[in-house]
């Protein structure tokens, strides 16, 4: 559904489909296609560039998740994944807190941002809040996870386990300081989710406790 919607936005219609759709759209694209001397493009979407730009990123990010799919079947080559994504995200994530508080208007203290609302080597906050939430709900997922397994096993991996609440600590104090609302959004969104599967599975409890009361 999220490729077929624009998909079907920036597909060619008779102006008689497009007039019988949306009326007002049709007045608004005759007129700009008047003003300008142009035939208007007869398509539902009002920027047909962005959402053709908004497809190809949709069809890359489900082309990853297939590919994704097929590489992580295991555990480990999963936790792999985890482990890289966190320590590229937790640098990113250190990197934009110290430009956040010595910020000088320039993007790596040399590249210009005007126009944009950056946060680390992003120029648009939004997407670093989206890298960020890419690493948070897998790591947090991660800890949960060993808990799961037990307490004894948590302990037995204490130094490795308290390394990877750090990290996600100082990632999710980075996606504040982002002030990204879409990707605190997002992020809600994403555990009320993972909560929902926990309690599904029926021991959303022991698991919670035990992992914040040891984060805590």
């Known amino acids: 559904p999220f490729l077929l919607v624009p998909l079907l936005q920036i597909l060619s219609l008779n102006s008689v489909i497009l007039e019988w759709l949306s009326p007002r759209l049709f007045e608004i694209k005759a007129s700009a296609g008047m003003a300008e001397g142009l035939a208007f493009p007869v398509s539902v979407s009002v920027n047909g560039y962005s959402t053709l730009s908004s497809l190809k990123l949709l069809m890359a990010c489900f082309f990853i998740f297939l590919l994704s799919s097929c590489l992580f079947k295991e555990k480990k080559s999963l936790r792999k994944a985890i482990y890289f994504l966190t320590a590229t995200s937790f640098l990113l994530s250190l990197f934009g807190i110290i430009q956040f508080f010595s910020w000088k208007g320039k993007i790596y203290g040399m590249k210009s941002a005007d126009g944009g609302a950056p946060f680390g080597p992003f120029v648009n906050h939004n997407h670093f809040a989206a890298f960020a939430n890419m690493t948070i709900l897998p790591l947090f997922s991660l800890l949960l996870y060993r808990f799961r397994k037990g307490l004894h096993h948590a302990v037995s991996k204490s130094q490795e386990s308290l390394l990877l609440i750090f990290a996600l600590s100082l990632i999710v104090a980075a996606l504040f300081l982002s002030g990204s609302?879409?990707?605190?959004?997002?992020?809600?969104?994403?555990?009320?989710?993972?909560?929902?599967?926990?309690?599904?599975?029926?021991?959303?409890?022991?698991?919670v406790v035990v992992f914040f009361l040891s984060a805590g």
């Open 181 to 207: 609302r879409g990707g605190l959004v997002s992020l809600a969104v994403g555990l009320i989710v993972l909560f929902y599967i926990l309690w599904k599975e029926g021991a959303i409890h022991a698991k």
